[in-house]
């Protein structure tokens, strides 16, 4: 069965505190995996895609890593306009996408 | 502006009495995809289109109804809505024509309430 896990459910960080997010997976063929950002009462917001093992994203102070089974979205020096619920999804071999529960992240001031 | 666009924002509304939430896009996207987003649950895909007259079914489709007769509009259709369908839905689009479509832009979100 294709699933998608996040943890943790929750993260607080103070202000310039370094992180790491994980996003594990269990997929049919995978043929991508996609990091999203969140934030209250909005859409989802696209952030990276990333499609085999060893790649590797950057845009700011977020880079997305991804091996065979899990990816980490790494959080370097964060500010608190970097608060926000961050998703993880997979698109298995078909055309259906899988998101995991995501994770909540608070950056305090 | 390019973007996904949703009708109505919330709504309440009674048990069997058939809706339809209205989305579209001025992006000229092939792909778009309906979701639910449930507190525990998350993200889950109910149908999804990759052109204009095809559609499939996502992971949670029961209860759901879909059509794409044109590009820019893909309307989510609840024919009897029953109380465990009260959710936040979520339409979507992407710009790939081909490969992975991960690449997806969501629209604000559409609340709604079964009694």
């Known amino acids: 069965e294709d699933q998608v896990t996040q943890s943790p459910e929750a993260l607080r960080l103070q202000e310039g505190e370094s992180s790491s997010l994980n996003c594990s997976y269990t997929v049919s063929g995978l043929r991508g995996l996609f990091w999203y950002r969140q934030d209250p009462g909005k859409g989802p917001e696209f952030l990276f895609t990333l499609y085999s093992a060893g790649e590797e994203k950057e845009k700011e102070r977020l880079k997305a890593t991804l091996t065979k089974k899990e990816s980490f979205l790494h959080i370097t020096a964060p500010k608190p306009e970097d608060s926000a619920t961050y998703l993880c999804a997979v698109q298995a071999a078909g055309n259906q996408f899988y998101f995991g529960t995501g994770t909540s992240l608070t950056v305090i001031p | 502006e390019a973007q996904v666009t949703q009708n109505p924002r919330y709504l309440i509304t009674v048990t069997g009495k058939k809706l339809t939430v209205t989305c579209s896009q001025n992006m000229n996207h092939e792909y778009m995809s309906w979701y639910r987003q449930d507190p525990g649950l998350g993200l889950r895909q109910i149908y999804y289109s990759m052109n204009v007259e095809v559609t499939d079914k996502g992971d949670v489709p029961e209860g759901y109804k879909v059509s794409r007769k044109e590009k820019r509009n893909f309307p989510l259709i609840l024919e009897s809505p029953s109380p465990n369908q009260t959710s936040l839905y979520f339409c979507?689009?992407?710009?790939?024509?081909?490969?992975?479509?991960?690449?997806?832009?969501f629209g604000p979100g559409t609340r709604l309430t079964v009694t």
């Open positions: 979507a689009s992407s710009p790939r024509t081909s490969g992975s479509h991960g690449e997806q832009y």
